[in-house]
């Protein structure tokens, strides 16, 4: 099945646990996704980025000074170096020594627990390609035998969709929108996405409608406010992604 086939074969929940378990937690631990399990999610985001030595890993910033003990760029260092590092500490002490994992260890835990996964590619700046490609190929080996989980690749960054539809154009696709830039439609449907993940305050009836006439399925992030979450049910969106996996039942 190619990505463009996936529209009408839609698996994923709609409710997703951001970085794992949004805030309760360390973003992008092992440790957030299993606080999320406990919440009820079955399904999580998560950012994928390449050390300097080719390991995809989960962070979400450039740096790593706001959630390690490490500093400076955090693709500029091998796996050995950040591998060591606290991930944990910074957001409590009960969460002191949780490390970064790779997205090979993630796609083991989703796959023991029977949850999906979207992958949020963030390259370096400057390696958008090759970390398309990297996840890629990382996510198309280890879901090759898992294939009704197969998770949803994301970006914001053209490139990073381009490097993964590349290298592996039977895993679905999704374009990341802060804004309505000219040419978003043109760009998803060239690189074959099967959806629109957008700041959620970008979608009303007409741009909801406007996606699916194009045959692309909606999702929206961030959105942690009763009042945000039901105006987007009324939509119908296809995907809901919250740091508020204690406010939000899963399954409502």
Same mark, same amino acid.
């Given at each position: ?30 440790? #957030? ?19 300097? !030595? ?16 490490? %500093? ?10 950040? %591998? ?7 957001? %409590? ?88 830039? !000219? ?6 449907? %060239? ?17 909801? #409608? ?27 969106? !296809?995907?809901?992604?919250? !740091? ?9």
């Amino acid at each position: 099945m190619i990505a463009g086939d996936r529209p009408g074969n839609w698996p994923y929940p709609r409710w997703i646990a951001h970085r794992g378990a949004g805030k309760l937690a360390p973003e992008n631990t092992l440790a #957030a996704f299993r606080l999320g399990a406990e919440h009820g999610y079955r399904m999580y985001e998560c950012d994928a980025k390449l050390s300097a !030595d080719g390991v995809v890993f989960l962070l979400h910033d450039a740096t790593l000074d706001r959630t390690t003990n490490g %500093s400076g760029i955090a693709g500029e260092h091998d796996w050995a170096t950040l %591998s060591q590092l606290d991930a944990g500490r910074w957001h %409590s002490h009960a969460f002191a020594g949780e490390a970064l994992p790779t997205l090979a260890a993630v796609a083991r835990h989703c796959q023991a627990h029977g949850h999906w996964l979207n992958i949020e590619i963030k390259p370096t700046p400057g390696t958008e390609l090759a970390t398309g490609r990297a996840v890629a190929q990382l996510a198309a080996q280890a879901w090759a035998r898992d294939p009704e989980r197969t998770p949803l690749l994301t970006s914001f960054q053209p490139d990073a969709l381009r490097g993964a539809k590349e290298t592996a154009p039977q895993l679905p696709r999704g374009l990341l929108l802060d804004t309505w830039w !000219d040419g978003w439609l043109g760009v998803a449907h %060239s690189l074959e996405c099967v959806a629109i993940v957008c700041n959620h305050a970008l979608w009303d009836a007409a741009t909801v #409608a406007r996606a699916r006439e194009a045959g692309l399925r909606t999702l929206a992030y961030t959105v942690n406010d009763e009042w945000a979450a039901q105006r987007l049910m009324d939509f119908g969106l !296809d995907g809901i992604i919250t !740091d508020r996996v204690d406010l939000f039942p899963p399954g409502r």
